[in-house]
């Protein structure tokens, strides 16, 4: 393996690349294969980075022409084989299998699935304790979670905004019914539970964030 080969296999970690994917790639793919993950999508039109470099790239016709539903197309978080032509621009040739698949139903589009991501380790399920926090809109970001195989943690977010007694009565509330759950107490004002949400990130391992908007997500 060349120095430039180990330099391209060390970012694709940094992106997330674990065993079983590698390992498909040395089964599956033809030697030399670029190999990227989707981390921006538009319009059928993906961004993908192999950990040095951003490519525009977009789907063979074959691929298009043998999707037979929206999640036979590239999503965001999916591993794909690329072909680049140009300085920043490829081909995407193929999805790589998927390890998880983070999915809603459409809006406005009844019995139609809207993927959200793919191949998510742990979802971060943010409520503010202030004015949004819901443990039955909780239990559906848990069944979402669940059924795609996703560890789910939840992050109680603006604890600043209420009194502490109002606190220990959401976290009763919640152990009461989701006792099993993880969940952090976070305030961007205080400070308070930033550390802990860090330490959860782990290298490696692949995150997203979900919740209601203007709940403190970004």
Not at 74 to 79: F, K, L, M, S, Y
Not at 115 to 138: E, K, T
Not at 178 to 187: A, D, M, Q
Request: some cysteine; hydrophobic content about 35%.
């Amino acid at each position: 393996m060349t120095d430039n080969q180990k330099n391209l296999k060390n970012s694709l970690h940094k992106l997330g690349l674990n065993p079983e994917i590698e390992s498909y790639i040395m089964e599956n793919l033809p030697p030399g294969s670029q190999v990227g993950r989707v981390i921006r999508e538009h319009r059928e039109r993906y961004a993908v980075s192999d950990g040095e470099g951003e490519y525009e790239a977009e789907i063979t016709g074959n691929l298009r022409f043998s999707a037979a539903s929206r999640n036979d197309f590239p999503a965001v978080g999916d591993w794909v084989a690329i072909t680049p032509f140009g300085p920043d621009q490829a081909i995407i040739n193929t999805i790589l299998p998927r390890k998880s698949l983070l999915t809603r139903q459409a809006v406005g589009k009844p019995g139609e699935i809207q993927i959200i991501a793919a191949n998510i380790d742990c979802a971060f399920i943010v409520q503010a304790i202030s004015n949004n926090f819901n443990i039955n809109r909780l239990e559906r970001y848990l069944t979402i979670c669940h059924s795609a195989g996703i560890e789910p943690l939840l992050v109680l977010s603006k604890t600043d905004l209420v009194s502490r007694s109002a606190i220990d009565e959401a976290v009763r509330a919640l152990e009461k019914r989701e006792r099993e759950l993880k969940f952090i107490l976070l305030s961007n004002v205080t400070g308070e539970g930033t550390g802990k949400v860090t330490e959860q990130i782990q290298p490696g391992m692949t995150y997203c964030v979900i919740g209601s908007s203007g709940v403190g997500k970004s």
